[in-house]
């Protein structure tokens, strides 16, 4: 059992080509390659450079986390000394050649930003041990990995890229790699201005980041968690009561979309469903809840747990006494209705509807989508994203086909931006300039019993206008004479009435990005004209007569 002794390439690339489903994650313990190839789910062996490269980077990051947690046992130190000697062996060509030519190049990876997030962890397993084990061997190593941070960061604010996600990894690999070396040399760290409160520093990327709401500014759900656990696993050792109120609001966000249960919807980029991520939540609301007591995850972190399953080897557990005082208190003021997306809850139902902005390429074409969850069923979700090295399913899931949202004569629509508005207990969105000539606005009323959805959309020409349904459970369909009935059977059960314009079409299509294979009923709601609305009514309890009729008053 030993960490791979190669380079790593793009962990992307670790993708099945013909079903597009992540490969399997075995072998990384022996450090060597599956003979054979790599296993799909669906039987396939995969055995490319790309795939072996991507194998890599996973197996190092397997290894970073071990010996992370051999840490807090005092183990660990041999292999940190072994790690160090074939990293620097490794790297002493410079930059890693086979990276693509869009890709800031890494030494041991592909990436710069691989070398920071596998850098991280081991540097927070050195400073673990240092002053009780002999680490010197490990100096070269941490200084070069500083040197690399500074680097790529200043090659970051050079491209005009300062807010990008990658600088908040290069920021907190230049602070846990410098603090290392700092207690290995039993020396005090003096790389505070330069990593969290300069110029460049953490605290201006944060400001930088994220908008007054708290939200990373690609509005994805897993690139703002990627970018919140750089800044905590920067903070080790810091006070709370010292990190600007933003981050706290960060916090907050992942809070404020996840369901009772501690489903964290997949909004734009980002993995829908996958065991790395999970332990990236569990790390996130364990750092979190030491951080703040304003904001819970604890939902979150049960959630998280058990999508992680028995194999679990209990690091997040021992990561109490992470900042140097108290958690925060005050509670944030509400977010308001200008927020990047809109949250209801009521009668069960946990609903958010995207109308901000676009997110920039980790951005998908969802506006004015409509996602639906139960506490612990994905009844109607964003469908997440594959792993990138997939041309053509990652398209399929960045596209407007893929979500529960309107399509217009078949086409993606251009990048946009809502307005959004609150009354009471409605909120409603509006959307111009992505399909030309075309306005639509959707509203969402909230009552103690059930949700009721409008959609309108008028065009200066007749067109195709078809409303989308994009489940991930068992639906069914039936068509009355005088309006469609739908149920949504998971965990929990949904119950849909439906009334307006055209008719709704059903056909089968791919579930979300865990396993593209995986066929769901899709209705296409479709209506030819200028103009058209679509009203729904959603319950957890079947749809009386009585309650049918809210849908009359529209």
Known sequence: MNPPTERGGWWHEYVCPAHGVELEHVGFSSGVFPAGGAPCSYGCRIDTPAVRGAWTVLAHHFWARRIRLLAYDGAGADLLTSYARLYLDLTKEGEHEQAQGWMQRGRLFHQALTDAVWGVPIAHAIRTLAGGQELGETLGMLDDMVAGARR?????????????????????????????????????WDGAGEWLTGEHGQFAHLAASTGEDGWEWEGSTYYHGFVLRAYLLSLRGQDPATVPEQLEKMIAVLAGIATPGGILPALHDGPYRRVPLALEWLEIAALARQFTSAVDLTAVAAHARAEIGPDYDGLEDRLDGWFAGPPRTTALPDRGPGSTYAVIRTAGIHAILDHGPHGGSHGHHDKLALYLYGSTTPWQPDPGQVPYGHAQWRAHYMSVVSHPTLRIDGLEPAEATGTVSRNGNSISATVSGWYAGVDATRELIAADNYLLDIVRVTADRECEIVLQFRPDVDLTVEVGPRATRSTWTGDETLYGYHRGDGTPVTRPGPGPADDPQRTRTWIDWTVTGRSATFCSVYSTAPIDDDLAEVITDV
């Open 152 to 188: 790529a960061r200043d090659a970051m604010v050079a491209q005009d890229k300062f807010s990008s996600n990658y600088t908040a990894w290069f920021n907190a690999l230049g602070t846990t790699a410098s603090q290392a070396s700092a207690a290995v040399r039993g020396t005090a």
